[in-house]
């Protein structure tokens, strides 16, 4: 017994279960995103709810509310209800098919273009009261089929 709560209170520990409660970024109204799904938010800040961001094949470069880029294939980041700007840009030699983003404000089962500005996509989701996931797709300019996938978020 005492070995398994030495190695609780360790974890515990590394894992910031020190009772603190990290604060969200007053810039970007999210906290710090995570590029690692199976991470466990203990710690939330009061009030936020986590976003899931899947990013399908990582050829996209993904920012969550202005936060840092990244081509990790998920991104979960605890954000305070609301609307929630998205942004995706291909990396080299990949694009902005017809229909990036699903599951965001005005998909209604397709998937939606989002707002185009030179090769960056730009969507919002309406995170309420509870976890939300969203996913995008940027596809490769030689085979426009690599984002017909069945929906990440089940």
Request: proline share 9%.
């Given at each position: 017994?005492?070995?398994?709560?030495?190695?609780?209170?360790?974890?515990?520990?590394?894992?910031?279960?020190?009772?603190?409660?990290?604060?969200?970024?007053?810039?970007?109204?999210?906290?710090?995103?995570?590029?690692?799904?199976?991470?466990?938010?203990?710690?939330?800040?009061?009030?936020?709810?986590?976003?899931?961001?899947?990013?399908?094949?990582?050829?996209?470069?993904?920012?969550?509310?202005?936060?840092?880029?990244?081509?990790?294939?998920?991104?979960?980041?605890?954000?305070?209800?609301?609307?929630?700007?998205?942004?995706?840009?291909?990396?080299p030699?990949?694009?902005?098919?017809?229909?990036?983003?699903?599951?965001?404000?005005?998909?209604?089962?397709?998937?939606?273009?989002?707002?185009?500005?030179?090769?960056?996509?730009?969507?919002?989701v309406?995170?309420?009261?509870?976890?939300?996931?969203?996913?995008?797709?940027?596809?490769?300019?030689?085979?426009?089929?690599?984002?017909?996938?069945?929906?990440?978020c089940?």
């Amino acid at each position: 017994m005492k070995i398994i709560s030495l190695v609780s209170i360790a974890m515990l520990a590394a894992c910031g279960g020190g009772g603190k409660s990290p604060a969200i970024d007053s810039a970007t109204q999210h906290d710090a995103p995570v590029h690692d799904a199976a991470k466990v938010f203990l710690d939330a800040p009061p009030g936020t709810f986590p976003l899931t961001v899947k990013n399908v094949i990582s050829w996209c470069s993904v920012t969550v509310n202005g936060g840092p880029a990244t081509t990790s294939s998920s991104i979960v980041t605890n954000v305070l209800p609301g609307p929630i700007t998205l942004t995706a840009t291909p990396i080299p030699n990949f694009e902005i098919g017809p229909t990036p983003w699903h599951l965001v404000d005005g998909d209604t089962g397709g998937g939606v273009q989002g707002t185009l500005s030179g090769s960056m996509t730009t969507a919002t989701v309406t995170v309420g009261s509870a976890a939300k996931c969203v996913w995008v797709c940027c596809r490769s300019q030689t085979d426009t089929t690599d984002c017909d996938v069945p929906d990440q978020c089940p």
